[in-house]
């Protein structure tokens, strides 16, 4: 057996270690100002999917990203790691694209590289965490959605198991083949680069990076090895309406953004005893904290 | 997110050092490898990773030493309290090991660092021991027990260097993808540091064309490896070293784990003492050659990992020490204000760069003689390259004790004093400085102690070797504002050159025994002082470093001139005497 599997992933700003200029003043993020990582959640989905490969070696990691030229980098991380190729959504006319304009691009690059078996994605982007655009996508695809995956348990031609985690338990599922899984953050973490594919894939170039390679000698080696071409898809590509994509594809429109800082105001001492550990449940009961 | 290789910009600067040029262009064959024949296990081709340039291959070294920085801070340094509480367990005549031991090598694994050294057909990255000894460094600051697991590559180097290519291309792929581990298995309860004293029989089996294994062996690390290398007597009748082979072991049934040891420190390795009772093996290269030949080879590459290690743990016991006296307040001010505490912490951190200095230069060493080696295997070598290979051999051989006899020394002291900055807390089991107290305490015993890598060292630094190793350092270009510490050098030189000459009068055997370490240790400071004067012309950086670096050992060296002075051989009797040997 052998899969065909397409991982969306993302590249995001690094929101865990933000500084004073994160934000812009037209209160959309700074990207320049934080540095680009993978997005947690998508390499959570990206070792399902290498998991998966562990087991049934023939099978294909496709990794799809939206994003300016740079993105690349996404790909080619993947690559380390065991993916075999990737495709670059992007274009300057995808440019402010919220989660609706996103899945339409999304679903139409799907669409194009076609004939997969799984599409798995990261629950959410630590950039929006909306952990809209994979439920958006497969409804747009009509393919069967599961979200916040936690374990592909088991993996058949037709049928998928996955164990969900949900915020007071877990819960097993199945559905039919191809579908779309949202990856939670407790799923394994994702293994490291692989110092080999480090070796053999540093050098995979989209085409607008091949352009750049001023060694003519390099430029040409890339050119003669079919497995260090990422391909790029632009709106032409995609044969995408024009009034669905960017600025004007997005219903979202940020009107203001309000800086919420919890405050701590008193706290108590509460002492190692039963008496005191009751009294402390009986408020918490009472002021509506519990229950 | 602690990345140990980007957080150290002293690995870097060693990578960056002038000779990689000729170490990689030796390792890389000049770039012009083209491999017939593939034995390994991953579906990556040699030509898919093989570099075409320096360049290329520096890049190669950097981002996989990024990778490795990356597990060791992310996965094995956060494992490593809980490895060392576990430990390894014996059950079923299998040593299970601890649960985040079993994740460190599974991310090793993943990332392919199981065959560093390994040529590219047998699955390895073919990359130099000098970037694999950056790992050992890395690996064992983030957990040093996972060192005698991680550095057991050793097995599969020796395993090239001396078996016939059919062994070779059924044994080194198997540890090159990670699926074997291995052992050396050399120790006997009655032959330790006296390995010539090895009884451990084997006996050829006409019936099967294989070697039986028969006796007992002790204190073998990772003794449950799926692959060992066996020392053993295949000559009935033989007393010493001489009849002794070397014999590769595949794991199976018919050798009982009689237990693991219950040790102080590297709690994660596992140290079995094992029966075999006629366990088959195969034999590596010839016949009576296995101590004389392959063990020290086996042992040499040993001895430049627990440098490694030791600098390692010495690491970590320093970023400790330093974190905790710039947060722990006493007298209204942070500890490390205070002259008896910032004293100690400079003094580590000079002490680890002067180690690390000399561990990386011994490592390029190693690299250029085993290439060349390697190279005579392929091609007749030039006579310029001959003469290489000789001279760096001849060098590899001399630091290689010198560096594993100082930095294992050295790191006991350096942990001792990090628990000292700690205070009371240090002694507690809530900080690390604690286990690495405990796990530094090892490196300056196992692949031979500190009393015998001076066994080893003391004719080099008696030689014109040691001689040549100074003049070439001195006669390399340096900056003007670096020369006096040129001087102090050369004054150092003196007082040791005159002090050789004292012993050579002296011709007497005891009398350099008893002083052989001070003469190592006098010998170890001025080539770590002139290191780390070429580091400072490198990077300003290491300026400082230097100057007290050398202005320590100055004193140093002066204090054993005195001491060797003043103990003459009517006074050794007096040691003699107290503690009644004569």
Not at chain 1, 52 to 65: F, G, V
Not at chain 2, 417 to 444: C, M, N, W
Request: hydrophobic fraction near 35%; glycine fraction near 6%; aromatic fraction near 8%.
């Amino acid at each position: 057996m052998a899969f065909r599997i397409i991982v969306l992933a993302k590249q995001v700003p690094d929101t865990r270690n933000v500084g004073e200029d994160a934000m812009t003043s037209d209160g959309t993020v700074n990207r320049a100002a934080l540095p680009a990582i993978y997005n947690p959640e998508d390499l959570n989905a990206l070792e399902q999917a290498l998991l998966i490969k562990d087991k049934y070696a023939d099978t294909e990691i496709i990794i799809l990203t939206m994003g300016p030229p740079r993105a690349a980098d996404i790909i080619r991380e993947s690559m380390f790691r065991d993916a075999d190729s990737g495709y670059l959504v992007t274009d300057k006319r995808f440019a402010g694209a919220d989660t609706l304009a996103t899945s339409y691009v999304i679903s139409k690059a799907v669409e194009k590289i076609g004939n997969y078996d799984l599409i798995l994605s990261g629950r959410q982007a630590i950039d929006g965490d909306t952990a809209q655009v994979g439920p958006q996508t497969a409804e747009k695809l009509k393919l069967p959605q599961i979200t916040y995956a936690e374990e592909i348990i088991d993996i058949k031609k037709d049928k998928v198991t996955v164990k969900r985690r949900l915020e007071r338990g877990v819960e097993v599922v199945e559905s039919s083949l191809p579908a779309l899984i949202t990856v939670h953050s407790s799923a394994e973490k994702c293994r490291p680069k692989n110092a080999k594919l480090y070796m053999k894939y540093k050098h995979a170039k989209t085409p607008t990076e091949l352009q750049t390679i001023a060694d003519d000698y390099l430029n040409q080696s890339v050119r003669n090895k079919d497995y260090l071409q990422i391909e790029e898809l632009s709106v032409d590509d995609l044969k995408c309406d024009i009034q669905k994509i960017g600025l004007a594809g997005s219903p979202t429109k940020v009107k203001k953004i309000d800086n919420v800082v919890l405050q701590s105001k008193d706290s108590k001492v509460i002492r190692d005893n039963d008496t005191e550990i009751r009294q402390l449940m009986q408020d918490l009961i009472t002021n509506h904290t519990l229950g | 997110m602690t990345n140990f290789y980007r957080d150290n910009e002293d690995l870097k600067f060693h990578l960056n050092n002038p000779f990689m040029k000729r170490v990689a262009e030796l390792k890389e064959r000049y770039y012009k490898i083209t491999e017939n024949k593939y034995y390994g296990k991953d579906r990556i081709k040699p030509d898919e990773y093989k570099p075409a340039s320096f360049e290329d291959a520096l890049n190669n070294y950097d981002s996989t030493l990024e990778i490795t920085g990356e597990i060791a801070g992310d996965v094995i340094a956060p494992n490593a309290e809980s490895v060392d509480a576990e430990g390894p367990v014996l059950k079923d005549n299998r040593v299970h090991y601890a649960k985040g031991t079993v994740e460190n090598l599974k991310a090793l694994k993943q990332a392919r660092l199981t065959g560093v050294t390994q040529p590219r057909k047998y699955g390895g990255l073919n990359f130099p021991t000098t970037v694999y000894s950056m790992m050992i460094e890395m690996v064992s600051r983030g957990d040093a027990s996972l060192m005698n697991l991680f550095g057991l590559q050793d097995i599969g180097e020796t395993v090239k260097e001396f078996a016939d290519e059919d062994i070779k291309a059924k044994y080194i792929p198997m540890f090159a993808s990670g699926e074997a581990t291995g052992a050396m298995i050399l120790t006997e309860p009655d032959a330790g540091s006296d390995l010539q004293a090895v009884q451990l029989k084997a006996h050829f089996e006409e019936s099967t064309g294989l070697w039986r294994l028969n006796g007992v062996k002790r204190f073998i690390t990772n003794g449950n490896a799926e692959l060992s290398l066996v020392l053993a007597r295949t000559e009935e009748g033989t007393k010493d070293g001489r009849g002794l082979s070397m014999l590769l072991y595949e794991r199976d049934d018919t050798v009982q784990i009689r237990r693991i040891e219950n040790k102080m420190g590297i709690h994660g390795s596992p140290t079995c003492e094992m029966v075999f009772k006629n366990s088959p093996a195969i034999l590596i290269g010839k016949r009576k050659f296995g101590l004389i030949k392959y063990v020290m080879s086996l042992m040499n590459g040993a001895r430049l990992g627990v440098s490694g290690q030791a600098i390692g743990i010495s690491e970590a016991a320093y970023r400790e020490a330093l974190k905790y006296a710039q947060e722990r307040a006493q007298f209204g001010k942070k500890i490390n204000q205070f002259a008896p505490v910032y004293e100690i912490l400079t003094d580590m951190k000079v002490k680890i760069a002067a180690l690390r200095t000399l561990y990386y230069e011994t490592s390029r060493f190693v690299d250029v003689y085993k290439s060349l080696e390697e190279i005579e295997h392929e091609r007749d070598l030039t006579a310029e390259e001959k003469n290489d290979l000789k001279k760096y051999k001849k060098r590899a051989d001399f630091y290689t004790p010198l560096v594993k006899g100082l930095s294992s020394e050295a790191c006991n002291s350096i942990t001792y004093d990090a628990i000292q900055i700690h205070g009371g807390t240090g002694f507690t089991k809530d900080f690390p400085v604690e286990r690495l107290y405990r796990d530094a305490r090892i490196t300056s015993i196992y692949e031979g102690t500190t009393q015998l890598q001076v066994v080893a060292s003391i004719k080099g630094v008696t030689s014109r070797l040691f001689t040549e190793m100074i003049d070439e350092y001195t006669s390399r270009k340096i900056p003007y504002e670096l020369e006096f510490l040129r001087k102090e050098l050369n004054v150092m030189r003196k007082i040791y050159v005159n002090t050789i000459e004292k012993v050579e009068r002296h011709n007497d055997q005891e009398f350099l025994d008893f002083h052989a370490r001070r003469l190592v240790e006098m010998a170890g400071n001025l080539i770590m002082g002139h290191l780390l004067v070429l580091d400072a012309a490198r990077d300003p950086r290491f300026k400082l470093t230097a100057e007290v670096f050398i202005k320590k050992a100055r004193a140093e060296n002066t204090d054993k001139a005195l001491v060797i002075n003043d103990i003459d051989n009517a006074f050794i009797n007096n040691y003699k005497e107290l503690t009644k040997l004569s």
